[in-house]
């Protein structure tokens, strides 16, 4: 709880000292410290779908919005433009409503999707680490950033039907012993046909991992 108040108390001296402009309108944003006016956030395309997986690693699959404008073009401002104001915006929304929704109780650790050492290195960051930041702070679940490791470089997924995204993702990633008994979330910026989450969520699972579900931000298809 006292970090929690040290938070919002930092919200609210940010805040006033830099007041929160909407990066979609440029109309001032919501207070303490929200980078996106009300009525921006109203017209985000929602979607708030949720689904289990059929094929067990993931107990439930969460996306918040649809893929559509404008959601697609923050998206793209983080991933590719290094906007990573949006990355705070994004997550804080996809954080509170997971936690408006009660999925958050579930968690014991929040995962991001990891990206390729050498992916990392050309990007120089990973978004959705980004997303993650803002996500734990909502939920306070805290973050697990050297569970999972991504082995192989894989070729982007754009354009791949879902067996060849699953083929492409084929024994991409390893997770650490210590998702042993834990409940975790994946964090991500969107989905497409799952196979990403689920991926990864069964190399969480063969560690021993209890449970997996994943966030995503948005859902594109």
Request: with cysteine; net charge positive; proline share 7%.
């Amino acid at each position: 709880m006292a970090r929690l108040q040290v938070d919002r108390l930092m919200d609210r001296i940010g805040g006033m000292l830099l007041p929160p402009r909407c990066v979609l309108c440029g109309a001032p944003g919501q207070p303490p410290c929200l980078d996106l006016c009300r009525e921006c956030e109203l017209e985000l395309p929602l979607a708030e779908h949720c689904a289990s997986d059929d094929d067990g690693p993931l107990a439930r699959s969460f996306a918040l919005y649809r893929h559509a404008a404008p959601v697609d073009d923050l998206v793209h401002a983080l991933k590719y433009r290094g906007e990573l104001a949006v990355g705070r915006v994004l997550g804080t929304l996809l954080g509170r409503h997971v936690a408006r929704l009660g999925f958050h109780v579930d968690v014991d650790r929040l995962v991001p999707v990891p990206l390729h050492p050498a992916r990392l290195a050309a990007r120089g960051y990973n978004q959705s680490v980004e997303l993650a930041r803002w996500v734990t702070r909502e939920t306070r679940q805290p973050l697990a950033l050297r569970m999972v490791s991504r082995l192989r470089d894989t070729p982007p997924q754009v354009g791949l039907d879902g067996p060849a995204r699953r083929r492409n993702l084929a024994s991409a990633f390893a997770a650490s012993p210590s998702a042993r008994g834990l409940r975790i979330a994946i964090v991500d910026d969107v989905t497409t046909t799952g196979s990403t989450a689920g991926e990864l969520g069964r190399a969480l699972r063969l560690a021993g991992a209890e449970r997996v579900e994943a966030w995503c931000l948005a859902r594109a298809g």
